[in-house]
Every structure is written in structure tokens, then in C-alpha cells.
């Protein structure tokens, strides 16, 4: 199963759910082709829905997920990236890639809900 991705132009919020196991390869193709979708907008912020995910992946995984954020930082600098997790490790893990991603001018937050990631994504900053 592949991350699913919706854009909500009205709310200008991209969400993305991840299925149980996640690799590099979808990653970078859901960023790909919500970069192609004609409803994509750079200033939309994001909610990634890890709930559902087995954190198998590691390090190796966020160091390459933020290689690609680099590489494409013209579509996702000056955004909201709202985490929702809802388990330690998954939570552990998202505060380390947080830690990872801070130089990209994308401000990183973890939520144990998708209304505590909306009401923040909402805030002004």
C-alpha cells in the first residue's frame, strides 16, 4: 500500500496518511506526484498522518527523507508540517526527524490528533 495523499484547497492543507510500512521509494513518489497535481500549491501546509504506521524504518530512512526535502525546498520551505502519532515510537521518531529537518525553513510539530494538527497548522506563525 502506498501514502495517500489529499489537498484541501479551501483549508490550503495537504494531508497525507501512511500505510503500516513506509520505504524512501514512497516517499519520494507521493512528494512527486503531489507536486504534479494541478491542485498542489507551495504555500499549502502538510498533516502526516503516521498513526498507522510500524516504525521499522530508521535513521538511514529520515536522513534520505530529508535529503529529498533539500533537493525540492523551492515546494516546502515556509510551511507547516503537522505529525500525527499516536505511539511513543512513533513519536520519538518524528521529534528526531524534526531535529533532523530544522535548517529547512519548515516548521515540524508532533500531534497525538488530526484536530490538534489542524488547530496548529491554523495558527499564525
Known amino acids: 500500500m502506498k501514502i495517500t495523499y489529499k489537498i484541501d484547497k479551501k483549508r490550503k492543507i495537504v494531508t497525507e496518511t501512511w500505510p503500516e510500512k513506509v520505504t524512501i521509494e514512497d516517499y519520494k513518489d507521493v512528494k512527486l506526484r503531489e507536486f504534479s497535481d ?16 510500524n516504525m521499522e524504518f530508521n535513521e538511514n530512512l529520515i536522513e534520505q527523507i530529508v ?24 513519536v520519538a521518531k518524528s521529534l528526531f526527524f ?9 516548521k515540524i510539530s508532533v500531534f497525538s490528533s488530526p484536530d ?8 499564525n506563525w
Not at 38 to 53: A, L, W
Not at 68 to 87: G, L, Q
Not at 98 to 106: C, F, I, M
Open 116 to 123: 490538534a494538527a489542524l488547530k496548529w497548522i491554523k495558527e
Open 98 to 106: 524534526g531535529q533532523k529537518a530544522r535548517n529547512l525553513n519548515v
Open 67 to 90: 535529503v529529498f526535502m533539500k533537493k525540492n525546498s523551492d515546494k516546502m520551505k515556509n510551511r507547516k508540517s503537522a505529525i500525527v502519532a499516536d505511539s511513543p515510537q512513533n
Open 38 to 53: 494541478p491542485d498542489f500549491s507551495t504555500e499549502y501546509d502538510v498533516i502526516t498522518d503516521i498513526r498507522n504506521v
